[in-house]
């Protein structure tokens, strides 16, 4: 067995696309996003990523059925001149080890690079440490001119933010993708770090959609974010009534940030 | 040395071999299981695989003859036309790295694939959190055809059970088998998760049994399931002298469900 | 990806350069003294290297451009026949692994070796877990020839320091090289192990000038060291006004010389 | 840089010779005693053995001169018929993990098959747990021919001793060998666990030179035996001041059995 087995299902012929890259991280906020993303545009399976840096470990459906821990490539076709064909990598898990990260990152890039891709934005969450209403959409990117490309479609780039850099696939795509002479954007939802963030999802996509000229409907997005917005406000409620007041809890703790 | 090293002991011709995978896990359910199936049918050793990925340990026999810690191929020949021909993977530790769970896995099957293996059975305990007086028999598998058959033998798939999938051996054959074109099942016996549990074991062999039509006598595990229940009863006796009644810890605890 | 990847960024022929290892480790004092040794001589960047056996990392710019984890090799021409050239080696990170030690270490030093590369120059940092008012230069050489050459510098050979030999890339530059059939010899600034310490930077710089006939200013370590000794002093105040006095703290604790 | 390097040193041609292996373990016992032997046979350096599987480490000696963690390979060659030549494992570490373990003891396997070698000693420590007055030598090997001949030699083979096996390059020789076709024997020297032991080391080497018709002094050994008894007993009598008397302080503790 390869290290890492890329399973083609599909043959296809793709224009100059473009790579996605949502994994599970931080406020799982690039997972999300990136699994709406393939749902809401239809997009078609191409290939299955297995790999002995991911966990020995197989899911069951609720139909008994298994499936084994995988990375997951799709694809969609531009429906319009003004859209770009893409490829969207999506998955359980990203790699264990630290060897097993850049073995990935790099045996997904060969491929993609033969697909043809010249330009991959990775998405991640950006942890605040405390509730964030409106999440901003913070950047990185391989060239002062994506820098400006992007300011110009409302991600913020902030000298101090993210101060330790970006760990992880988010970060290891734009990187790696330089030796494959591809240029990149991370996008950055901000987040608490402390719930599934879809409104940091929405956030991100809805710069996504500026890119790449697609639009979608993002309601079920904001549906989840209400939810989970009821279910943190039912915690602090139990969590108020348990302690007593704290004068200090109700400033927001900006300290803690922190890339996924 | 190669990273996992197959030791054949004989030639066999085999005619479909059905592979039965029972290596030590939680109750150690699987272990007892496949060990006893091999003795009580009087299975032949075929290979003995040795690998890197195993802990760097010889146990030494009572005699004071050391053997290298392995994994164990067995075969056994159909003795009527209801039967198959088996071939049964025993051994003392899975690989011990997730790299080596994946690399073992897949050199077995590359090898039982050479001697005509298309279908895997997996074997497994379910650990409740809680004592089971007669433990089920939970299963998952690579086609829905498969969940149908094994539903008919009294086999349970339920729809939360296992929750976080299969993690180890167990749920890697069949995700591996999957790319040898294998269809595979995983039989899991319900298991508290505290003791080596023979009733499980026992219940696991009852549904292999009529799977591979094969008839032995299981009074041995039945031995050792009572003197397991004697002990078991006597710890919570001692238990019960020692701490003062706690209403609560009569009830089952049903929160710890979880695979191995 | 090869494990690690050399990238050339020019073309360059050497004259039996030298090579300056300066990678973080205790104190910083390696990464500082060669950071500041590449700066103040203006060499040039000559290739830069990437490696699985680093995190998986981009750091991330004031202007938002992403760069990789990485080691960097400069190099420096003579400029006169007094002087060497030279090749320098800093980087954000050692090797992660003691596999990945070596396996860069190496693999470094077959590139340096096939531009000429006889004599290797390590720096280091000696932990003393004390203050250190004057940083003495400690030394460890590859041949008794060497040791009397560094000597005669003022480098401090000493029976029991390190006692436990040097660990890391600080040493495995000296081991390995070896098999390069390379003389090498390792510096190590006594330091206490606390802070970062530009003074023990600058008394390791001051060691290399003389081995090397180089002069430049060290005005900028001696700013730092200032700095570092203001925010220690700090420190010292505001821990002498919670605590009440300890007799023992006045005195140095010399128990935990460590290299690094 | 393979995985294991080999520096070869000298040529020699041997007469079938036998392996002993001494390499750092509990009590130091088999570390002491392969030292022992090399030093009181004269043995001769063959070769160095250094990997990627050791710590990154250098040693500096009281010269300033620096030798990397290697394991040393010496030869002996016989001064009477009933002598053999003999080949010495001695060395700084065992491999750091299982899969380190496993690819030196294979790789060295190699080298000293190719010299001829079909007969193995690996020398170890056997953890007791409480001091031990008169040390046993236990024993466990590959054929019951070979326990018959050590049972005539005074090794003790004893039914639960070792209860979990031997782990480490003391077992290891003895598995691994076996693909080679050798024969090989571990000879257990009992020890405390809490302190080196030379006198443990001392019964092992009294086997030793009966299995091989050699005779050294040993009174070295026993100085150092001496020493760590004047220290232990010093311990124990500062101990004794400290604490009040505990009575079941007084029985020997005979729980801990454990090999290393």
């Given at each position: 067995m390869d290290d890492v087995v890329v399973n083609v299902l599909t043959k296809v012929e793709l224009n100059k696309p473009v790579l996605i890259v949502g994994l599970p991280g931080l406020g799982n906020v690039a997972k999300l996003a990136a699994d709406y993303l393939k749902d809401a545009i239809s997009a078609t399976k191409y290939a299955t990523i297995y790999s002995k840096?991911?966990?020995?470990q197989v899911y069951v459906g609720d139909d008994g059925v298994i499936r084994m821990v995988s990375n997951d490539l799709y694809f969609y076709k531009a429906k319009s001149p003004k859209q770009r064909d893409l490829l969207i990598l999506v998955g359980d898990y990203q790699g264990l080890s630290p060897e097993g990260q850049y073995e990935l990152t790099d045996r997904i890039l060969q491929v993609v690079s033969q697909l043809g891709v010249k330009e991959v934005y990775t998405l991640a969450g950006f942890a605040q440490g405390h509730m964030v209403e409106n999440p901003r959409v913070l950047g990185a990117a391989t060239s002062p001119a994506r820098v400006e490309m992007m300011k110009k479609l409302g991600v913020v780039f902030s000298k101090?933010?993210?101060?330790s850099g970006l760990i992880g696939a988010s970060g290891l795509f734009l990187g790696i993708g330089q030796l494959y002479q591809m240029e990149s954007v991370c996008l950055m939802g901000e987040t608490s770090g402390y719930f599934v963030d879809p409104r940091s999802a929405e956030a991100v996509l809805r710069i996504l959609m500026s890119v790449l000229n697609l639009v979608f409907d993002l309601s079920d997005l904001e549906t989840k974010a209400h939810e989970i917005d009821r279910i943190a406000s039912r915690l602090r409620e139990t969590e108020a009534k348990l302690a007593p007041p704290q004068?200090?809890?109700?400033?927001?703790?900006?300290?803690l940030g922190y890339i996924g």
């Open positions: 840096y991911f966990p020995p101090n933010e993210p101060g004068p200090e809890a109700s400033q927001p703790r900006e300290d």
